[in-house]
Nanobody, 123 residues
Framework: QVQLVESGGGLVQTGGSLRLSCAVSGRTFNRYAMGWFRQAPGKEREFVASISGSGASTYYADSVKGRFTISRDYAQNTVYLQKNSLKPEDTAIYYC????????????????WGQGTQVTVSS
């Protein structure tokens, strides 16, 4: 069974940057699209970004487009989320997930999830 372990969260000031990492176990890393989601207190989990299995295609929520970048390293079996120009509204628990198939914004299309990493942006 695949395991996903996020890291890199923390406290940062408005305008700062963070890079989240998601280490993925298993030998089939390149077969699956991967995604990042986030959940703020009192809100539903929302899509942030996804990347295709090949890495050729990426997708972003409008709220993070131009500020966040998703990437993957096949040698390290790791997915990254580079977050720049952070805002207080980016405060949330960030989750890494593996898609059942193609990259998508729908959480229901992801079948494996990490435990999450907290990101707090102070104003």
């Amino acid at each position: 069974q695949v395991q996903l372990v996020e890291s890199g969260g923390g406290l940062v000031q408005t305008g700062g940057s963070l890079r989240l990492s998601c280490a993925v176990s298993g030998r089939t890393f390149n077969r699956y699209a991967m995604g990042w989601f986030r959940q703020a207190p009192g809100k539903e989990r929302e899509f942030v970004a996804s990347i295709s299995g090949s890495g050729a295609s990426t997708y972003y929520a409008d709220s993070v487009k131009g500020r966040f970048t998703i990437s993957r390293d096949y040698a390290q079996n790791t997915v990254y989320l580079q977050k720049n120009s952070l805002k207080p509204e980016d405060t949330a628990i960030y989750y890494c997930a593996r898609a059942k198939g193609l990259a998508t914004m729908a959480a229901i299309e992801y079948d494996s999830w990490g435990q999450g990493t907290q990101v707090t942006v102070s104003s």
